[in-house]
């Protein structure tokens, strides 16, 4: 009988130096949230399995990072709370791909409600 050893560099072998170098490139999606004064609301947004997510935030800020292997369409709205009725208020959406802004929408807030509503990018 024959023994068969197995080394690190046999494995090697077995691999091809084309799989290695031809690993799938992930895009980078930002979804970024910016408001004008301290408030809290909902982001709805889908995640990289196309699932449906809704998230609370708190503050005048909320970003996420998704990073896909093939793009899509990545559905973005915002629900805010303007519980102290701050009327001329601004609300910003951005969607950025790669580092670079895609789409970006301003909203003005009409400070008549406690809950603004839904804003949508896109």
């Known amino acids: 009988?024959?023994?068969?050893?197995?080394?690190?560099?046999n494995i090697f072998k077995l691999?091809?130096?084309?799989?290695?170098?031809?690993?799938?490139?992930?895009?980078?999606?930002?979804?970024?949230?910016?408001?004008?004064f301290?408030?809290?609301g909902q982001v709805q947004y889908q995640d990289e399995s196309?699932?449906?997510?809704?998230k609370e935030f708190k503050g005048s800020k909320w970003v996420k990072e998704l990073y896909f292997r093939e793009l899509r369409e990545?559905?973005?709205s915002v629900f805010i709370n303007n519980q102290y009725l701050k009327k001329g208020e601004m609300l910003?959406?951005?969607?950025?791909?790669?580092?670079?802004?895609?789409?970006?929408?301003?909203f003005q807030l009409s400070g008549d409600k406690l809950f603004e509503g839904w804003f949508k990018l896109g």
Do not use: C, H, Y
Not at 1 to 9: G, R, Y
Not at 15 to 36: G, H, M, Q, W, Y
Not at 50 to 54: D, F, H, L, N, S
């Open 15 to 36: 691999i091809p130096n084309s799989r290695i170098t031809d690993a799938n490139v992930f895009t980078k999606v930002e979804l970024i949230l910016e408001v004008s």
């Open 92 to 106: 910003t959406l951005i969607k950025k791909i790669n580092n670079e802004i895609i789409d970006q929408a301003e």
């Open 38 to 40: 301290e408030t809290f």
């Open 74 to 76: 990545v559905v973005f």
């Open 1 to 9: 009988m024959a023994k068969w050893i197995i080394s690190l560099k």
């Open 50 to 54: 196309g699932r449906p997510w809704i």
